[in-house]
């Protein structure tokens, strides 16, 4: 079974099940003509015990003439060898029989079937055969009356023993015959009309298999022409809503495999932004570190104080970048969870403040906070929305210019706290702003400044928390991000 097809499946299961009706139906056939024929032959024959009793009187006030019994039923029997005689009395009790000895089986034949028959029962009506102790009989009977009383009853067994032993071969033969043939050729022209069905049903299962074939030879270029052709929806039935489940998992397969050569090739881009942000640095710091090196004899304490400082600015930059590259990768592969809990958002803006209180002093920006009354306590990583807040004050001072502002704002609505960061730098350009959240790339030089690692983290961080960042349109300068926490 296991190497068949589908379609030789089903037509052996059909075969076997055409097999099992035809030999029901021959069976219930068979028995149904028998009845018929019996009940026919009962109904042709219902007077024949009442003609032979009135034709011979069988008993008298002084009892039945044993001899004369015999020499009757013998006569009967052998006019009619398919009938056999009895005489009983009142009671079913066999008192007279022209039976070979030792073929009389019981001696007492039922009533039962006597009287439903006297009554006009439906025919056929089977009562006791006295030769077999185990079947039923066809009968004809007519009750013996003396002075108006029944004293006995002529039974007249109509398909006796001599009948079943010649017709029992003969109809058994043509039985066989009959069901032989009718079953061949029901077998044969169903087994033809159910292989061509059964071809006809698995003829889309079979295309469908070929396509699958096809597909999983000629890779994902053929999987993706295939997302991409047109359907047919012409079907309704399971085998059309099989291959359109197959279409339909063939364009999520061909979407992933898109967003995955999209994912790559962002990777491969941001590598290649992250080597050369690496190298920038990295040749300033070994310049001024071999300068240092080669010529510090010659080299004045203001000169070599200078190339420390800018090497040591390098050196920050550079772990600064390897800092927020690790932390990046941590917070994409899911490696950190966040640890909820309740906690002022207000408050943390406060510290988060008097990190960047010196930086906001060297370069004379002012820091402000609006903060609206009442805040309730947000639920939220603590460290992680102290990142955030982090990169996004760290960013403001960077691109605000001498003598600007940096305002934070935060306001209750529903069940979040919106935080908005606004600065009074130069904005971001309009054609930056598509690109401002995702990896930058070395191969668009549009791109290259577009948002950074820290940007990319507060996002992250942000979606860690159902939330999310948005750039918010302004009339005046400045950049304007706005985010939401939710409430404990």
């Known amino acids: 079974m296991k190497n068949l097809t589908l379609t030789q499946r089903l037509t052996l299961v059909f075969a076997l099940l055409l097999l099992i009706c035809c030999s029901i139906s021959g069976v219930l056939q068979v028995r149904s003509s028998t009845q018929y024929s019996q009940a026919v032959i009962q ?17 008298s006030p002084k009892g039945w003439d044993d001899s004369s019994v015999h020499t009757l039923f013998d006569r009967l029997m052998a006019v009619n060898p398919s009938v056999e005689v009895y005489l009983l009395d009142k009671e079913g009790n066999i008192v007279g029989n022209a039976a070979p000895p030792g073929r009389l089986k019981r001696q007492k034949v039922d009533l039962s079937p006597i009287q439903a028959l006297l009554d006009g029962a439906k025919m056929p009506i089977y009562g006791d055969d006295p030769r077999n102790l185990h079947s039923g009989k066809v009968f004809s009977v007519a009750p013996l009356k003396v ?12 398909l ?34 159910g292989a ?50 197959f279409r339909r998992m063939a364009q999520r ?97 406060q510290d988060v403040f008097q990190k960047f209180e010196l930086a906001a002093e060297a ?9 609206q009354p009442g805040i309730p306590l947000v639920n939220a990583d603590l460290s992680m929305m102290e990142r955030v807040l982090t990169n996004l004050l760290d960013n403001a001072i960077r691109h605000t210019p001498q003598g600007g502002e940096i305002m934070v704002r935060l306001w209750a609505q529903g069940n979040k706290v919106l935080v908005q960061v606004n600065d009074s730098g130069p904005g971001i350009p309009q054609e930056l702003r598509a690109d401002l959240f995702v990896r930058p790339s070395i ?37 304007c991000f706005r985010f939401s926490v939710p409430v404990y």
């Open 253 to 349: 397969i061909a979407e992933q495999w898109q967003t995955l050569s999209q994912q790559d090739q962002q990777r491969r881009e941001f590598i290649a932004n992250i080597s050369h942000d690496l190298r920038t640095p990295l040749t300033s710091l070994h310049g001024y570190l071999e300068t240092l090196s080669v010529k510090s004899a010659s080299l004045t304490e203001n000169d070599r104080q200078r190339y420390l400082e800018i090497a040591l600015a390098q050196s920050r930059k550079v772990g600064r970048l390897a800092q927020e590259l690790f932390e990046l990768a941590r917070l994409e592969y899911g490696v950190v969870k966040p640890q909820k809990e309740p906690f002022s958002l207000s408050e943390l803006v």
């Open 160 to 193: 006796g023993e001599d009948y079943d032993a010649l017709a029992n071969s003969a109809q058994m033969n043509s039985a066989l015959y009959s069901a032989l043939w009718s079953m061949g050729l029901v077998v044969l022209f169903g087994l033809l009309a």
């Open 43 to 59: 109904r042709l024959s219902a007077n024949l015990a009442l003609h032979i009793a009135t034709s011979n009187p069988l008993l």
């Open 363 to 371: 370069r004379q920006q002012q820091l402000h906070t609006d903060i």
């Open 147 to 158: 002075n108006g009383e029944i004293e006995g009853y002529l039974y007249v067994v109509l």
């Open 196 to 245: 061509f069905a059964f071809r006809w049903v698995t003829r889309p299962i079979r295309h469908l298999t070929q396509q699958v074939s096809e597909l999983d030879s000629d890779g994902i270029a053929a999987l993706q022409a295939y997302a991409h052709s047109t359907p047919d929806n012409s079907g309704r039935d399971e085998v059309s809503q099989l291959r359109q489940a």
């Open 443 to 479: 191969l668009n030089n549009a791109r290259r400044h577009a948002g950074g690692l820290g940007l990319m983290i507060v996002r992250r961080i942000l979606q860690l928390h159902d939330s999310d960042i948005t750039l918010v349109e302004q009339t005046h300068l400045g950049a």
